[in-house]
């Protein structure tokens, strides 16, 4: 079997997946129409003409924008729905997915209104894809804290749905003490936490993120290359990298696959994983990481597997599910499914 049928076959977990940056340019122009919106393009290909990007600054302008046409329950549902079916493609067993209720809230959708469609969509996602899941709400650190902590106000009657809770958007500029009590607050409720880190941002958005917010995965991570006590640290206490390659290079963290450290980092012992971030964004899906991986950075089907096996560990999920999923991964590398 050569490795991209390996790849396609072999079981995945996702752990850093915006459901917002799942809109494809061709659903944002059904959505537009749908519900009487203007776009700024005119076909879709002008919208994937759109998507060169200098820096995260510049992604997030155009991502926001693209967000507008959300706007109904059914919008959040479709929206999710068409990211599960990419997911059985792939082969995704599991997915952990962020949603960003501020990008909404602030233009007049309620809270309600997007989690109740994001969250139907995952539940039949189970029942007719048999792709189990868990919800994150990030905060956008761009914006105040004050605004952070009504979100989380809202979050409090849905936490039967939500999991835990996260930091995106716009890291240079908004460290993570600037949340560190609305954090404080989310881990009292129950709350897991996470926070991307260390993408565009300095080491010491790391370390503050584990000390200050307290989270159980650290979202990219990758610049902790810059500190090695750092890495050491993050090898020792098995503390999961939610890495995305191809989102790395689209916003040019790093100049060119072959320069990304996410196989270093896994040679080193770091719990590092394979996610797709923003795929209708970034140029793919699950199985599109991993090709640009395998093919840029000569790794073993065995090194393969642990990123399932790293991201299954990291999970937000039961030990008894997790078992399931490990032996959803076992039972494919150990070759029952014909393809090993
Ligand atoms: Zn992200």
Request: with cysteine.
């Amino acid at each position: 079997m050569n490795q991209t049928t390996f790849i396609k076959h072999l079981p995945k977990v996702e752990l850093h997946l915006h459901i917002e940056g799942t809109l494809e340019p061709e659903m944002m122009f059904q959505l537009a129409q749908r519900n009487n919106i203007a776009l700024p393009y005119s076909t879709p290909e002008q919208v994937k003409q759109a998507y060169q990007f200098e820096n995260l600054q510049s992604f997030l302008d155009i991502y926001y924008q693209g967000a507008n046409v959300l706007v109904h329950e059914q919008d959040f549902y479709d929206l999710t729905w068409a990211y599960l079916r990419r997911c059985a493609q792939d082969n995704v067993i599991h997915t952990e997915i962020f949603f960003d209720p501020q990008t909404h809230t602030e233009r007049g959708v309620a809270f309600d209104t997007v989690i109740h469609g994001i969250h139907r969509a995952l539940q039949d996602g189970r029942e007719q894809l048999g792709i189990s899941s868990q919800i994150i709400l990030c905060f956008l650190r761009h914006l105040d804290e004050e605004s952070a902590f009504a979100t989380l106000e809202q979050a409090l009657e849905h936490k039967d749905k939500i999991i835990g809770v996260g930091l995106d958007s716009s890291e240079l500029g908004h460290p993570p003490q600037k949340f560190a009590r609305v954090f404080a607050r989310a881990l009292e409720e129950g709350f897991l936490t996470v926070a991307h880190a260390g993408e565009e941002g300095p080491v010491s958005n790391i370390y503050d993120s584990l000390e200050l917010l307290k989270v159980s995965r650290v979202d990219h991570g990758v610049r902790c290359v810059d500190d090695p006590a750092l890495v050491e640290q993050l090898a020792k206490s098995q503390m999961s990298l939610t890495v995305c390659p191809l989102s790395n290079i689209k916003l040019k963290v790093f100049a060119s696959m072959q320069e990304h450290n996410i196989v270093e980092l896994l040679r080193r012992g770091v719990c590092v994983t394979i996610n797709s971030d923003d795929p209708a964004y970034f140029g793919g899906y699950m199985s599109d990481n991993f090709n640009a991986v395998a093919e840029h950075l000569s790794v073993t089907e065995q090194e393969l597997a642990q990123f399932t096996r790293n991201a299954i560990n990291a999970s937000f999920v039961s030990d008894s599910d997790k078992s399931r999923l490990h032996s959803q991964l076992q039972s494919f590398v150990a070759g029952d499914n014909g393809f090993v």
